[in-house]
């Protein structure tokens, strides 16, 4: 006689709404607080998202946004896909610890995959711990390969630089909202083609999280950051201004925006600025650190086999690959 098993399926994927973000947020902070305590971080737990944060990744992602369910219509695993023009990327993704290696990871990274795919991006990644083997094992034998590190840096936002001449997209009336939107979308194409950011910078002013800091050179747009003050954590302040992506025509440029981004942020009451750099860009890693800022988490960036991320011939341009 056969033993009675519990029906373990998972049923998916469906599509994320906004009245799934308590569970998402449950089963987020479950399962990264798992992985840090097997990674030897036993005292790290991790906290809720802000739902404007799960919002955004929402409404960034749309049906890249992936839920499975259990028997219970319980979320047992996410991921969320978003699509920047060509460039395509996953995250936040989880499965729940008590469901994890039976195959659903690989089901759920699958999915994401095949619909960026269909989207036609010629960037496909994602990013982990570079002390995590076990998810390096395990994106690699899903076709992912790795590239560089990102590093999480920061500065205090006193020691920014006051520069001046900078100019705050949502401050400006709608005809110049426009032609700004234009040049930054021009701007970026210039420097890695088929890549947009408009979405991603038309939501976060619609949804009041940040806002657009760029700077000039001779008239003409040298640099631009999309920047968000919303607390990341849910019950946070204010306190970190982050930088979701930056392109800036050469490193002086870069500088000059992250600056401004400063001088921006002591506005809004931040203490900080965080920046994600790619350290691809030795050149600019270099000046960062030379300029005060310091490294406070590293990543690692992987992308699929013949899906490389594009590192533009000149200038500089970083995406975040994390909401």
Not at 113 to 120: E, H, S, T, V
Request: aromatic share 8%; glycine share 10%.
């Amino acid at each position: 006689m056969r033993m009675w098993q519990p029906d373990r399926a998972a049923h998916g994927p469906q599509p994320v709404t906004e009245h799934d973000i308590p569970g998402l947020n449950r089963l987020f902070a479950d399962a990264f607080t798992d992985r840090y305590r097997r990674d030897g971080l036993v005292g790290v737990r991790v906290p809720f998202l802000h739902a404007s944060i799960w919002r955004y990744a929402i409404a960034d992602a749309g049906e890249g946004a992936m839920v499975w369910r259990d028997e219970q219509d319980r979320i047992v695993a996410f991921n969320v896909a978003h699509r920047s023009g060509a460039e395509g990327w996953m995250g936040p993704l989880a499965v729940r610890p008590d469901r994890q290696l039976g195959g659903l990871g690989k089901e759920i990274v699958k999915a994401a995959a095949d619909w960026l795919k269909r989207q036609g991006v010629t960037t496909l990644g994602l990013e982990t711990m570079p002390r995590t083997v076990d998810n390096i094992g395990f994106y690699s034998r899903l076709g992912f390969v790795p590239g560089h590190l990102t590093l999480t840096m920061t500065r205090e936002v006193q020691r920014a630089g006051q520069r001046a001449g900078h100019e705050v997209l949502g401050l400006a009336d709608p005809h110049d909202r426009r032609s700004r939107l234009s040049e930054i979308g021009a701007f970026v194409q210039s420097l890695a083609p088929g890549y947009d950011f408009s979405r991603e910078i038309q939501l976060t002013l619609d949804m009041l999280l940040g806002n657009v800091i760029a700077v000039r050179d001779g008239g003409r747009l040298a640099g631009f950051a999309l920047c968000h003050t919303a607390p990341l954590a849910e019950g946070g302040n204010r306190d970190e201004l982050r930088v979701l992506k930056i392109a800036a025509q050469d490193t002086d440029a870069l500088l000059a925006v992250l600056d401004a981004v400063g001088a921006w942020g002591a506005t809004q009451s931040a203490r900080r600025v965080s920046v994600r750099c790619q350290t691809a860009y030795q050149h600019a890693y270099r000046a960062l650190v030379e300029c005060g800022f310091r490294v406070r988490w590293s990543d690692l960036r992987m992308t699929v086999a013949g899906y490389p991320e594009a590192v533009p011939e000149r200038g500089i341009l970083w995406s975040n690959w994390e909401i």
